[in-house]
């Protein structure tokens, strides 16, 4: 069984069911990333434990969901590294090294199997809107604002501009990521960055209720069907098809909830999952 809790710290790790809430907790910076959140940790964490089914993931305080990287630091990374970013052709698009690998908080969304909510506190810019388009779900409270802030650095996001055109219509991406626009929750909900708006205090609630409709059906094919979207992203088509049937024939139908769920609904009772 994995730890149950962090209760201190830059990032926090609860349980609530079968939900495990994650949250950066850095308030007095915006819950920027850095300063010691080990993403890594709190992946495992939920990964190992087979009574979480589900993931929030979410921000400290009332102000901020995670404004992105912490500059600070990283300003002094920019100038001790600069030659990494020099390319050596005319167009800098021909050349793969022009910036970083993204970082290990923009990632951990999509390293985990589990699906992850984010529940978007406040202002959501830069590295810390690269977190949330790695998460499934993407619910916001009122006062959320959303921000592509690198382009206005000098910089370009390393994530958004791959993941955002497939959330949201292309036009509308380009747009948004182009002009560093800062918008609103209303406008995140028309333009489909966001499922839900819902009041501050109504937000981990919302969430909580996603997850326990979520938990009502096999945690095991909840996961196949993540793995099934996010690989078909970067698959053809037809690949992405013949991925679904392999995960179908050979890693559902084989197990005990399959054949749980197909009993109960001949017995017309209501199905009970093991996870197996």
């Known amino acids: ?109 999509m390293n985990i199997n589990k699906p992850v909510i984010a529940a978007i506190n406040g202002y959501c810019m830069g590295g810390g809107l690269e977190i949330a388009l790695g998460c499934d779900i993407r619910i916001a409270s009122e006062n959320a604002k959303f921000e592509a802030s690198e382009i206005k650095r000098g910089l370009i996001p390393g994530i958004t501009p791959v993941l955002l055109p497939r959330v949201i219509p292309y036009s509308y991406a380009m747009e948004f990521m182009m002009t560093g626009r800062r918008i609103d929750a209303k406008e995140a909900l028309h333009i489909g960055l966001v499922t839900k708006v819902v009041p501050l205090k109504e937000l981990i609630p919302t969430c909580l209720a996603i997850c326990e409709e979520s938990h009502q059906n096999a945690p095991l094919s909840v996961r196949a069907l993540k793995t099934i979207a996010w690989n078909g992203l970067s698959l053809p088509v037809t690949e992405s098809f013949a991925q679904a049937g392999t995960i179908f024939h050979w890693t559902i139908v084989p197990t005990e909830d399959a054949k749980e769920g197909t009993r109960a609904f001949v017995e017309k009772r209501k199905p009970v999952w093991k996870g197996k």
Do not use: H, Q
């Open 1 to 109: 069984m994995a730890e149950e809790m962090i209760k201190e710290g830059p990032i926090l790790y609860e349980k609530r069911g079968r939900t495990a809430i994650i949250t950066m907790n850095r308030p007095e910076a915006m819950n920027a990333y850095g300063g010691g959140m080990d993403f890594e940790k709190v992946r495992d964490m939920a990964m190992a434990d087979p009574e979480v089914w589900t993931v929030i993931l979410t921000g400290a305080g009332e102000k901020a969901f995670c404004a992105g990287a912490d500059l600070k630091g990283a300003d002094r990374d920019y100038r001790e590294t600069g030659k990494s970013f020099v390319v050596t052709r005319r167009d800098p698009l021909a050349v793969g090294r022009v910036g970083r690998p993204a970082g290990p908080g923009t990632l951990f969304p």
